[in-house]
């Protein structure tokens, strides 16, 4: 099967900023793979390509056998900061992608707040629910366009910690059930770990690919367990030991 999301010989320009060069990477169908690397290396811009909101300078991408990827194409973006809709409620919130495709689903839509442990607050509106519970009502409305490929962009970046692993746990839980293919932008390289089948190490600007490491951990996971398998801490060790030479490099490196 051919993958499901291709990036190749990707670079961008932003004036004379290179933000990527040549970059080139798969995903396979129903695989989960996180990439990591140095604030300003180029991942939210590369998501910004895969979903076809950015041309690229050089190369291209291909999202389920479509080039460039228009509207045909089911891609579900989680994007870095809050996008939702403060004058809708959680449930709106929910239902607005089948809007766009006219076809509001409400049964879908409480049984997605269900999913993401939010039953009870259909009615609320952003402003009365925490930040954690805005990402679950953002993950709910991402599932609700029944998404061929997930793109997020540290989708749980912005919590506490407690609420962060509750979080991991619950998306791992409905990941795992579902397998959609994923691609997963974070600074958390446990998380990284912890939830991918592959992880992919970009380097400090000009981003380019600088190592790939596949995560031989068995499923389902549970955060707890593998936080503190031994092949988990070997992992992170080596691959932390690659990405804090870039985070230092990046920290050199002039805007
Ligand atoms: N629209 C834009 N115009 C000009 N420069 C941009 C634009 N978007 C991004 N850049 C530059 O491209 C580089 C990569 O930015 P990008 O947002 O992709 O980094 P990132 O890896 O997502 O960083 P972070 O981890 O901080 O989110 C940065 O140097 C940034 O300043
Ligand atoms: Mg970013």
Redesign the pocket.
């Known amino acids: 099967m051919p993958p499901k999301v291709t990036v190749s010989g990707l670079s ?1 320009a ?2 004379t ?1 290179r ?2 060069d040549r970059v080139s990477l798969t995903v396979n169908d129903g695989e989960f793979v996180s990439i990591v ?10 998501l ?1 390509v895969i979903a076809g909101l ?1 041309p690229p300078s050089e190369g291209g991408t291909r999202v389920a056998g479509i080039d460039g990827n228009g509207p045909g194409s089911r891609i579900g973006y989680m994007f ?1 900061k809050d996008t939702l809709l403060p004058w809708a409620t959680a449930l709106e919130n929910v239902c607005l992608p089948m809007d766009v495709k006219g076809a509001r689903d409400w049964h879908k839509a409480r049984a997605l707040m269900q999913l993401v442990d939010l039953a009870g607050f259909e009615a609320h509106y952003p402003r009365q629910l925490s930040g954690g519970m805005r990402k679950r009502v953002q993950l709910a409305r991402l599932l609700a366009q029944d998404p061929e490929v997930l793109l997020m ?2 989708p749980f970046g912005a919590l506490d910690a407690q609420t962060r692993l509750i979080i991991q746990e619950e998306f791992l839980k409905i990941w795992e059930r579902q397998r959609t293919t994923v691609l997963f ?1 974070t ?1 958390d390289l446990q998380e990284a770990i912890a939830m991918s089948d592959k992880v992919v190490l ?1 380097s400090a ?1 000009p ?1 380019r690919i600088k190592a790939s490491y596949p995560v031989d951990l068995t499923r389902p996971r549970h955060m707890e367990d593998v936080l503190a398998h031994p092949r988990f801490i070997a992992l992170f060790q080596e691959i932390w030991a690659s990405l804090k030479h870039e985070v230092l490099a990046a920290r050199e490196r002039p ?1």
């Open positions: 961008i932003f004036g900023t933000a990527l690397g140095p604030s300003g290396c180029g991942k939210s811009t590369m910004n950015l870095q962009d540290e932008v600074h970009i600007r981003g805007a």
